[in-house]
């Protein structure tokens, strides 16, 4: 059964750092493509960054330059790392990969970029 658990969430000001980390069992995140997605009260959920098996990575226009998404094989983990924190990044981050057609989610972590 594959689970996904993401943490690092919290509370930032504007201009600052977070390092989200999605924790992934039943499956290797070496072996599919994993992504990180947002979604904002209001809003559609849209996807923030994704990394290929290959290690191919992609952003959104709107991180570009301030988010990285990286993977720990040994640890069987896929982190966020964010910088340059704007508030208009504030919503609940999903971690997310998909397996034999199916798509997996985690629970979420909220970030909120606020003064």
């Known amino acids: 059964q594959v689970q996904l658990v993401e943490s690092g969430g919290g509370l930032v000001q504007p201009g600052g750092s977070l390092r989200l980390s999605c924790a992934a069992s039943?499956?290797?995140?070496?072996?599919?493509?994993m992504g990180w997605y947002r979604q904002a009260p209001g809003k559609q959920r849209e996807l923030v960054a994704a990394?290929?098996?290959?290690?191919?990575?992609n952003y959104a226009d709107s991180v570009k330059g301030r988010f990285t998404i990286s993977r720990d094989n040994a640890k069987n983990t896929v982190y966020l790392q964010m910088n340059s924190l704007k508030p208009e990044d504030t919503a609940v981050y999903y971690c997310?990969?998909?397996?034999?057609?199916?798509?997996?989610w985690g629970k979420g972590t909220l970030v909120t970029v606020s003064s």
């Open positions: 997310n990969t998909k397996m034999n057609g199916i798509n997996y």
């Open positions: 039943g499956t290797i995140v070496s072996f599919y493509a």
């Open positions: 990394i290929t098996s290959g290690g191919s990575t």
